[in-house]
Nanobody, 130 residues
Framework: QLQLVESGGGLVQPGRSLRLSCAAS????????LAWFRQSPGKEREGVSS????????YYVNFVKGRFTISKDNAENTVYLQMSSLRPEGTAVYFC???????????????????????WGRGTQVTVSS
């Protein structure tokens, strides 16, 4: 069974940092690009960042550029999202998703087209509050 499991969420004060992990089981991330999405209360899910299967290309939406870093450890079969300078509007459930295929070895799939992603995690809650 193909599974992605997110972890690392929690309560954090504004301005602080948090690192999310997304561990794959039942399949290898070698051939998958990964992305992080988030869904805030009352809002639709939105893309945050993506990374190519080989880890050489990354993409960030404007509101996280310079604050978030996505990375991929194929040996550990895990993707990370390092979040710094967190803001209250970052309160959301964060999801990771995997897109299969050689098209994504060196390119990042769009984070606006959820249909490109084949496997989804169940999410981890991040709350940014003082």
């Amino acid at each position: 069974q193909l599974q992605l499991v997110e972890s690392g969420g929690g309560l954090v004060q504004p301005g602080r940092s948090l690192r999310l992990s997304c561990a794959a089981s039942g399949f290898s991330l070698d051939h998958y690009a990964l992305a992080w999405f988030r869904q805030s209360p009352g809002k639709e899910r939105e893309g945050v960042s993506s990374i190519s299967a080989r880890g050489v290309s990354t993409y960030y939406v404007n509101f996280v550029k310079g604050r978030f870093t996505i990375s991929k450890d194929n040996a550990e079969n895990t993707v990370y999202l390092q979040m710094s300078s967190l803001r209250p509007e970052g309160t959301a459930v964060y999801f990771c998703a995997a897109a299969y295929g050689s098209s994504w070895y060196y390119q990042t799939p769009s984070v606006t087209e959820e249909s490109r992603y084949d496997v989804w995690g169940r999410g981890t809650q991040v709350t940014v509050s003082s």
